[in-house]
């Protein structure tokens, strides 16, 4: 079992920075990809950004890139993503996911194992 809990929301103005974080515990060594997706309302789970456990190895989605970064901190088990230049668009519940294997590849939501609940970002106009 691992365990997620997102922290780091909020409500921003547009062109405004935040900073996700995600922790996670319990059996982190399984870990193979850490990403961070998405949901706006009336819309499906999206990706935006993951990152490979032991080559930390970065992905963003074209929507993202260039705004958003993630890293983390390997001692802490934390996943991070930066965000820069928020956008109303990118308002969402921002959900933080373990995938123990590649099987789906980074970008598909079906392909992570373990979910937390989330985490709400607004971005006014």
């Known amino acids: 079992q691992v365990q997620l809990v997102e922290s780091g929301g909020g409500l921003v103005q547009t062109g405004d920075s935040l900073r996700l974080s995600c922790a996670a515990s319990g059996r982190t060594s399984r870990i193979y990809t850490m990403g961070w997706f998405r949901q706006a309302p009336g819309k499906e789970r999206e990706f935006v950004s993951a990152?490979?456990?032991?080559?930390?190895?970065?992905y963003h989605a074209d929507s993202v890139k260039g705004r958003f970064t993630i890293s983390r901190d390997k001692v802490q088990n934390t996943v991070y993503l930066r965000m820069n230049s928020l956008k109303p668009e990118d308002t969402a519940v921002y959900y933080c996911?373990?995938?123990?294997?590649?099987?789906?590849?980074?970008?598909?939501?079906?392909?992570?194992?373990?979910w937390g609940r989330g985490t709400q970002v607004t971005v006014s106009a």
């Open positions: 990152l490979s456990w032991s080559e930390d190895n970065a």
């Open positions: 996911a373990a995938a123990l294997s590649p099987r789906y590849g980074y970008y598909n939501k079906d392909g992570y194992d373990y």
